[in-house]
Every structure is written in C-alpha cells, then in structure tokens.
C-alpha cells in the first residue's frame, strides 16, 4: 500500500523571521494587521480613530511593506483631505484601509504558503527528487518524481498539507514520507495534527488521480488549479525548484476617486 497523508504546517521562529526579512518587515506584522481588522470589521471607527489609526507607524510600516499601491491611495486621500467632506473621506478612508488590509494579509498568506511549498521542494531534491512548483489562487503544489516514483504535494493557504505518493509501497512508501518530513523540518516547516492513510492503487490516490484526470501534463499546476479559491488572486507560475521566483506581480491601482469627489 502507498501513503497519503493530511496536516497542518507551521513556521518555526526561524522561519518565519526569514518571511518577515523577504518582506522587508522589522517587526511581526500580524498583531498590528489583527488589530486593524478588528476595529474595521467593527464598523465603529469613525473618521479620527481612521486618521489615527493610519497614522500610527506599526500600521505606517506594515502596509507599506505589503500594500504599497492602497496605502499610497490612503496618504493621498488624507493630503486630499480638505477637498473632501468629512463623510466621504471617512467612508473613502474605511473602505481603503479595509482593503489594504486584506492584501497585506494575502501577502502575507501567500508568502508563507510558497515558504512551506519550498522546502518540501528542497527536502525532495535532497532525496533525489526532480521537483516542480506551481503556486496558484489557493493553493501550490509540488511534484516530486524519481525513476518510478511521484510524490505530489499540496500546500493550502491555510497551511493544510495533502501528500499522495506513488511507485513506492508499504515500508519503503511510509519512510519516503517521514524522509521528505525531516527534510522540511530542517528548513523551517513543521507537521502538526498529522493523518496518515493508505492506498492500494498503484497509478497514486487520490490527489494524484485528480490531477492526472484533469490532463494537465503537469501534476503540480493541476493540484494547485484544482483548490477552491481562499483569497485575493494572484498571477500563477510553474519553477522548477533552483529556479528564481518570478518578481512580484504589480498590483493595478484601483480607481475610486470618481465616487469621492
């Protein structure tokens, strides 16, 4: 029988100092982010607490680093400010705030997801594996192949991992997993709430039959396709493990001045 396994992944301290280094962030932004959210989602900032709230250099420093197009909308409507009446810029202000926001968090999210991604992609090249990426809307998935084997990885935006093996059967199937695991966690990803199943088909389980059937030549970009959107949407790309990822996609400024006037 062959392996599949289910789990949650997280970042050790190390890694996740290296996201906030590839980021271009000094501190943990996720604290000054769940604050944000929480007052904005509250509906009950009024048009001094946003000034403030924008103001503040935690909120200053995280949105520049991951949302640059909506906190510069932001500054240029506070500058903007007394051509605008105090209703429209406060609604101008909750609305962009909310959505620079959510794409500092899907950034962030993001990032992380192809961290994990990649150092499965690394621990399998360290087995031998040829190893793909191809990070998409949801989810990047990681093919793995070796002689007879496949291993096909799917990393979700919530950290769930999915792995399906095949070409390898009963120990040897299960100690390629527990290899691949030890590799990742050597560089920076742990498995937590770990659920191991088995297969007897030797074409591959699940994850891998849904890919094949999508008739994708490859495996990686069908996974990643085939997860069910979770946040904002970003270009997808195929690499090759070695290779450079490609440079962050520019983010399309959003016209809104024409309902603020």
Known sequence: MST?????????????QHLREQ????????????RLGSILESGMAGLPALQQMIGTPEASMALTALAPVEFGELTNLLADAGNLGEQTLAESLQSGLSEAVAVADARITAAARDMTANAFAESGAELGYTAWVFSADAATGVELRRDHEVVLVRVHDDGEVDFDHAGLFDAACGERQLQLERGAERRGVVLTQRN???????????LIAAAGASGDPSLARATALAAAPRTARRAP???????????????????RRGGMA
Do not use: F, N
């Not at 790309?237 to 016209?255: H, K, M, V, Y």
């Open 4 to 16: 599949m396994v289910t789990a949650s992944a997280r970042l050790t301290a190390q890694s996740r």
């Open 23 to 34: 980021l271009g962030l000094s501190l943990d932004p996720a604290a000054e982010l769940g």
């Open 196 to 206: 191991q199943r088995y297969h007897k088909a030797s074409g591959g389980g699940e």
């Open 237 to 255: 790309t195929l690499r090759r493990i070695g290779d450079t990822p490609a440079s962050e996609r520019r983010r399309a400024q959003r016209a």
